[in-house]
């Protein structure tokens, strides 16, 4: 399915509609509070995000041909029957609206806008909890998971955020976004930047998923560096390999889940090592199913007691559980789509960012939450730094094989 764009001046390519801004930002904003140790009134933003972005589409809408507004009422539809049935209605119908809302809108803008919003709430949350004008909340490891992680001390502090584990996710998907933003193209300052980052989240946070995601974008950062100084291109094997990283995740999440047996030593043990999520996954599914439509499903997590707590944190297994089969499976597809995409025009820090998410969400809820991970707004949004869409890898690689013989020749 493409979508063909009109032809816009390089100001209006650039250009981000003010009340889209407004829209995201009123979005992040709302939906953050509930992740947060402290509060704010997150009721006006929600209001706000609505209206602005209500407003923007019914401005936007004629970017669209008749045929593909067609495809998107379709779409709207499924979205509304899921948000009821899951009684998401205000998730969904602004997470619909900002992918919709993007059309023509340069993406790097857009991923601006979520950094500078989201590292500003992370820098808050951290330095306030710090200089405890935010509350710290204070958690204990278990004796395994010490083991684990090497720690030396079982107290994990939350830093303004609700749980560590939060903090620690929130500050990767934040250097993620910046990542993105540079294409993986670090520079030394930068990685030193980001190595604080993974030091913050392995040693005082005590996120491993969290720092084994910022470690993997400080190495393959040092690899494009590599790529870029040899003027040599990854292989298009593993670039192609990357198309289909979302939907292999999703089975394997989903295949955990079922096929967990508490029987199994080797499963127990995996178990073990995904602070059990598997079991987790695994009863929820027995006890309310896969729906088509998506469902209602009370999740307790965050500081319960073992008792209540059943919160799912798959990004894959949550999904389905919640908002059902149709409306998932959807959203897989629409990722492979953007990695087509991505492929075609040789973004292969787009490609890689896909990646880090999908390893990310394996074990944490934010793949399709737009407030932390932006990935899904590039659907429909404008690609304007990146080589022509219809070349191909192939020609790219000859030409970099050119232009390296012809320094090497005037040399």
């Not at 005590?206 to 690899?223: D, P």
């Not at 990695?339 to 944490?364: E, T």
Request: aromatic share 16%; charged share 15%; hydrophobic share 50%.
């Amino acid at each position: 399915m493409s979508f063909p764009e009109e032809q816009m001046t390089d100001t209006e390519e650039r250009a981000m509609p003010l009340i889209y801004t407004i829209g995201l930002v009123s979005f992040i904003l709302c939906f953050m509070e509930i992740e947060l140790s402290w509060s704010y009134p997150a009721s006006p933003f929600k209001y706000l995000s609505f209206a602005a972005l209500t407003l923007h589409l019914l401005n936007w809408i004629q970017q669209y041909s008749g045929r593909q507004l067609l495809m998107l009422a379709f779409a709207f539809i499924i979205v509304v029957i899921v948000g009821h049935n899951a009684q998401q209605m205000s998730l969904l119908y602004l997470s619909f609206a900002l992918v919709v809302g993007a059309k023509g809108i340069d993406y790097e803008q857009i991923l601006k806008v979520c950094f500078i919003t989201g590292f500003s709430i992370c820098l808050i949350s951290v330095i306030g909890s710090w200089l405890g004008i935010i509350e710290n909340k204070v958690f204990h490891l278990s004796v395994d998971s010490m083991d684990m992680m090497g720690a030396s001390s079982s107290v994990r502090y939350s830093y303004g955020y609700g749980w560590p584990t939060g903090c620690g996710i929130h500050i990767s998907y934040v250097c993620l976004v910046y990542w993105l933003l540079r294409k993986g193209l670090l520079n030394w300052k930068e990685i030193f930047i980001v190595l604080f980052a993974f030091w913050f989240t392995f040693s005082i946070n005590k996120s491993r998923q969290a720092s084994l995601i910022i470690l993997l974008m400080i190495l393959f950062s040092l690899y494009l560096k590599y790529c870029d100084w040899r003027q040599h291109v990854p292989s298009k094997l593993f670039l192609k390999s990357l198309i289909i990283t979302i939907p292999f995740f999703a089975i394997l999440s989903m295949y955990a889940s079922i096929a967990y047996d508490d029987g199994d030593i080797s499963w127990v043990a995996l178990n073990l090592v995904f602070s059990t999520r598997l079991s987790l996954g695994q009863d929820a599914i027995e006890q309310y199913g896969i729906p088509w439509l998506g469902q209602y499903v009370l999740m307790v997590g965050g500081d319960a007691n073992a008792f209540d707590y059943n919160y799912v944190d798959s990004s894959f297994v949550q999904a389905y559980l919640l908002w059902g089969i149709v409306l998932t499976t959807a959203l897989v597809a629409i990722f492979c789509m953007m990695c087509v995409s991505a492929y075609k025009r040789r973004d292969v820090a787009f490609l890689l960012a896909v990646l880090f998410a999908g390893l990310s969400s394996i074990s944490s809820q934010y793949l399709f939450q737009i407030m932390h991970c932006p990935l899904l707004l590039a659907l429909f949004a404008r690609h304007i730094n990146n080589i022509d869409t219809n070349d191909n890898l192939q020609d790219y690689d000859e030409e970099r094989r050119i232009e390296t013989a012809n320094i090497e020749t005037d040399s």
